[in-house]
Every structure is written in C-alpha cells, then in structure tokens.
C-alpha cells in the first residue's frame, strides 16, 4: 500500500561528502559574516573583541556544533524528535521546541535584512550608490529602509526564493544549490579584499582589525562575542541536529565541524578586510552600526574602473551567504512538520514562509511605522536580535551540552563520534568531551549571568 512505501522510503540526506561541507558551511556563512561580524567588531573595539569572539568560537560554539551534529545523525530526525528518541518521556524535546522557536524569530529578522542587501544589487546596478561620498550613501540607506512597502516585499521575495530551494529538498535543493554557490561566494569575496586592501590607506584599516586593545572589553561585550559565536556557527538552536540527520555515516563529524569552523572563520577575517580598509580609507566611523556594510560598501568600488560592476559583484555574494544560512533555518521548522506532523514539503514550506512573513513585518516595519514600539527599550528587529543571540541560543547550547555530557555519555559519544570505531580520533573525542563536560557549560553560564548582570565578574 501507500502507507507502507511511504515508510520503506529511505530519509533524504545529503548524497555526497562535498555536499555535507557545502550545506554545512553555507548554513554558517550568512550575514553574520558580512553584516554583524564587521559591524560588531566596529562598535566593539576590533581586535580585542575578536579575540574574545574566537575564543567563544573554540570552547563554546565548536563543541556545540559537535553535539548537535552527533545528535542529529544518532537519531535520524529533525530537532524536536531527536530528543524524544534519546530520552523518551522526558522533558529534553523542549530544548527542540525552544530552538525551532528561535528559528522562527531569527528568519523574521534575517529576512528585513537579507531583504536589504538584495535590494541593493539592483541600487548597485542602476548607480545611485556609485559615490564616494559618505554622506550620499547614509541617505540613500536610510531613506530605503525607512519605507515602507519596498522592504517589505523584498522581505516577502527573500522568503519565496529560499523557500523554493527548500521545497526541492534536501539532495536536489539544498546540497545542489550550496555546491554551485560556496565556490563562487569564495571567489568574489576575493576579488573584493583585493580591491579594498589596494586602496590608500588600507593599513589603518587593518590595524584596527588585527591590533588589540582590550579596554573597551566589558561583561556586556563578552556576551556579545558569545551571541555572535553561536549565531554565526548556526548552532543552540537544532540547525545543526537538523543538518547532522542528513550526514552519512561515513562522515567524520569531529574533522568536519573544525573545517567548517575553520572556514566560517576565514570568511569573517576576509570580510572585515574588504570592509574596514574602506572605512578608514574614506573617513567613516568603524562603530556606524547594523548600516556599516550599506553605507560603507559602496565607495570601495565607487572610486574604481568598472566599480559597478564589482559592487553588483558583491551585494550578490551577500545574497548568496544569505541564501544558505537561510536555506538551513527553513528546514528546522520544516523538517519537523514533515517528519512529525507528515505533511508535505510543498505545505511544510508554504506554512514556515507565511508564517515568518507576519512576524518578519513586526522586524522589517520596525524601521518605519512601528520604531516607536519598544520592549525594554528595543523596537521588534533589535528584539528578536537580541533574545535569540544572547539568551535563546546560548541557553540552547548550554542544555545540549549538559545533555549530552552528562545524560547520554562518552560511550556513546565516542561510538558515534569514532564511526563506530572505524576513525582513530580518541584523542579528539577526549578533548571534546572535557570541553562539553566541564568547560563549555561553565562558560556559557558565567558569561550568560554576567552580561545579564545577575552577577559580577
Ligand atoms: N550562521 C548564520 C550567519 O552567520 O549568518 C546565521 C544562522 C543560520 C543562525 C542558521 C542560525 C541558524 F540556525
């Protein structure tokens, strides 16, 4: 019968090792590469915060990735069903709700952005950008995010595009689009660092990048870099689990969760190269904030031949990073209600989309007719920002790192981590268990109490 070839069916997974790294890394490269990495270190001090930010990346967000990506492929399910496999009757399938929630919350806002940097390829293209002048490029920022129905629609576009990937699935959407994608994101984020670093006055640029001064590091900061290290690793909220369900077994999860972070790390180095050279060259404030990359961006290329070209260039790699850290949140939500609730990828999709678009208004309007409306002084985009970084994602990774330290144990990590033996990484897995074990739960509580001001370090 039907009913029993649905069940015979085999799970969807991604076909091929390249295509693990692909999804796996375009989930990471996102905005918070370009975006939030460059305009936080901006407001943060530079080197010194991004100091902090990678030490949170080693002891916090990498092991996390570990875990979720080791949960996931034990299990063969989506966030909210894999704890239900692993502790049946308890209450830990809340971690999973929690995380599919924050992944609602974060697309609502992602999108208000992602919707931004679209927009601006065709900005780009059609010259009003094309200036060196500071002046010129705030205005024209200000005044597009400040409307009210094109950022609006562009947001709407953002979701029907992405989720038309998702409805192709996870072979044939996910894995083939990030395997075309992620080369040439690579790519033209070089040429644009080779652009910015030849311009004059790179050097002031990079010294605020590479250069500490740990002054300006406060409790406030430190949870700050940590928000940033799970958000840009896409982990505390089940993406990873997710994405884990969809590894071969063959897959050495350890080895590849450090490539990916290794990678992801790069691509943010890179990023504040292209940005912060430009930001000196041309007199602007490194701490202008979320409209850093919009207003500075543009006189990079504006002063070159084919400038244009180039500034299309890359608006259009920024959509690309947008597009498979996008990709990635849709199927939290949509991976559960096809698995769980069996519906079909079409109905999965088009309910996670409009859904987010309603929310997502509250974020993008939050610019125009709803500044006003505040929560302990945020308006709804700052809200959803800050609730997911600071609070949903590390909460997130601290009880999936309790959990599985402490509830489901080194034997079975180590099977699972090992490929049942068949890798010889015991020293890795040793080192990755003291971490999650002691280390990283540690660490997130301090830092989570600390910059919420409970306690005093
Ligand atoms: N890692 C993405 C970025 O840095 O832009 C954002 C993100 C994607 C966060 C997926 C969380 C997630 F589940």
Not at 119 to 142: C, H, L, M, N, R
């Amino acid at each position: 019968s039907i009913v029993q070839k649905e069940q015979h069916k085999p799970r969807e997974g991604f076909a091929t090792s390249l295509g693990v790294i692909t999804a796996t890394l375009g989930s990471a490269v996102g905005l918070g590469n370009i975006w939030k990495f460059p305009y936080m270190t901006g407001e943060n001090g530079g080197a010194a915060f991004i100091l902090v930010y990678l030490l949170c990346v080693i002891l916090v967000g990498l092991p996390v990735m570990i875990s979720e990506l080791i949960i996931g492929r034990t299990t063969q399910a989506n966030a909210i069903t894999a704890f239900k496999r692993l502790a049946p009757n308890r209450p830990w399938y809340l971690v999973g709700v929690s995380g599919t929630a924050a992944s609602f919350l974060i697309m609502a806002f992602y999108t208000t952005v992602a919707g931004w940097v679209f927009s601006y390829i065709f900005k780009a293209a059609s010259g009003v950008i094309s200036t060196t002048d500071p002046e010129v490029t705030t205005q024209v920022f200000k005044t597009s995010m400040s409307a009210v129905w094109s950022p609006l629609l562009w947001q709407w576009f953002v979701l029907l595009f992405t989720g038309s990937i998702i409805m192709l699935g996870v072979t044939k959407g996910i894995e083939r689009i990030t395997k075309t994608l992620m080369p040439i994101l690579f790519l033209l984020l070089l040429i644009c660092v080779i652009r910015a670093l030849t311009l004059p006055g790179a050097s002031e640029g990079l010294k605020f990048l590479f250069r500490p001064d740990f002054s300006k590091i406060t409790g406030a900061t430190i949870l700050t870099a940590m928000g940033l290290s799970f958000f840009k690793l896409s982990v505390g909220m089940g993406t990873m689990i997710t994405y884990g369900s969809y590894f071969g077994f063959r897959e050495n999860i350890p080895y590849t969760a450090v490539k990916v972070m290794l990678s992801d790390t790069l691509v943010s180095i890179l990023a504040g190269m292209a940005i912060f050279p430009a930001v000196f060259a041309f007199g602007f404030k490194p701490d202008a904030g979320p409209s850093l990359l919009f207003i500075t961006i543009p006189t990079v290329f504006a002063s070159m031949p084919l400038g244009n070209i180039f500034m299309v260039l890359f608006f259009l790699l920024v959509s690309i990073a947008a597009t498979g850290a996008m990709i990635s949140l849709l199927e939290v939500p949509v991976a559960y209600f096809t698995e769980e609730l069996k519906w079909s990828r079409l109905k999965a999709t088009l309910v996670t989309i409009i859904s987010i678009a309603l929310v997502g208004t509250t974020a993008t309007l939050s610019f125009s007719t709803l500044g006003d409306t505040k929560f302990f002084d945020k308006t709804f985009f700052d809200l959803y920002d800050f609730l997911t970084s600071n609070i949903l994602l590390p909460v997130g990774g601290l009880l999936i790192t309790y959990f599985i330290a402490w509830k489901w144990g080194l034997k079975n990590i180590a099977r699972e981590a090992s490929n049942n033996g068949s890798l010889s990484n015991q020293p890795v897995i040793n080192i990755y268990f003291f971490i999650v074990r002691y280390l990283a739960p540690i660490a997130i509580t301090l830092i989570l109490l600390n910059g919420l001001g409970f306690i005093k370090i």
